[in-house]
T-cell receptor
Framework: DVKVTQSSRYLVKRTGEKVFLECVQD?????MFWYRQDPGLGLRLIYF???????EKGDIPEGYSVSREKKERFSLILESASTNQTSMYLC?????????????FGAGSRLTVL | AQTVTQSQPEMSVQEAETVTLSCTYD???????LFWYKQPPSRQMILVIR??????QNATENRFSVNFQKAAKSFSLKISDSQLGDAAMYFC???????????FGAGTRLTVKP
């Protein structure tokens, strides 16, 4: 089974702190994604990466950056956390090629910014 | 940009009965893929069913089936013989055939009553 592992299930940070959310997948997938999930808004794409060191902005990239130095790892960085970034963050991956490839999700990281 | 609309924030169904979750989408593309994802209370998002837009036949997976109406841009999910384990958030998603951008609806919370 494809496995996507998010390093932290729950985090509590203070406003202004730098936050790292780590995601690792073990199936050699080319594509990796970071979504933000909020009630009533569904999932919104923050960033995605289709190859090592490659990244593309999603719908809500402001306040976030990403890093993909290795194929299996995709990190989401909040340079200076703010209270409006309190949310559930979901990492996902998919193989390359056909657009029919489905996303495999991690368990999520719930971030609270105080 | 493509949008996905789930007009039912919450639904409930009696165990063993059938329920239909609605989804509409807006796109100008002719080639795309549609998905239903399930997110149980443990938060791991999993794929329920998918449909290729070029296929006229509705996809089925055991107790789960879809009603895909391409002209109406409608993609509903029918769950037959509902089970307690079907209780979850259900997300409808759209993915272009030409890129990795997957769009999600706001979700429908399904409750199954024993």
């Amino acid at each position: 089974d494809v496995k996507v592992t998010q390093s932290s299930r729950y985090l509590v940070k203070r406003t202004g702190e730098k936050v790292f959310l780590e995601c690792v997948q073990d199936m050699d997938h080319e594509n990796m994604f970071w979504y933000r999930q909020d009630p009533g808004l569904g999932l919104r794409l923050i960033y995605f990466s289709y190859d090592v060191k490659m990244k593309e902005k999603g719908d809500i990239p402001e306040g976030y950056s990403v890093s993909r130095e290795k194929k299996e790892r995709f990190s989401l960085i909040l340079e200076s956390a703010s209270t409006n970034q309190t949310s559930m963050y979901l990492c996902a991956s998919s193989g390359g090629g056909s657009g029919a490839n489905v996303l495999t999700f991690g368990a999520g990281s719930r971030l609270t910014v105080l | 940009a493509q949008t996905v609309t789930q007009s039912q924030p919450e639904m409930s169904v009696q165990e063993a009965e059938t329920v239909t979750l609605s989804c509409t989408y807006d796109t100008s593309e002719s080639d795309y893929y549609l998905f239903w994802y399930k997110q149980p209370p443990s938060r791991q998002m999993i794929l329920v069913i998918r449909q290729e837009a070029y296929k006229q036949q509705n996809a089925t997976e055991n107790r789960f089936s879809v009603n895909f109406q391409k002209a109406a841009k409608s993609f509903s999910l029918k769950i037959s013989d509902s089970q307690l384990g079907d209780a979850a958030m259900y997300f409808c998603a759209y993915r272009s055939a030409w890129n990795n951008d997957m769009r999600f609806g706001a979700g429908t919370r399904l409750t199954v009553k024993p």
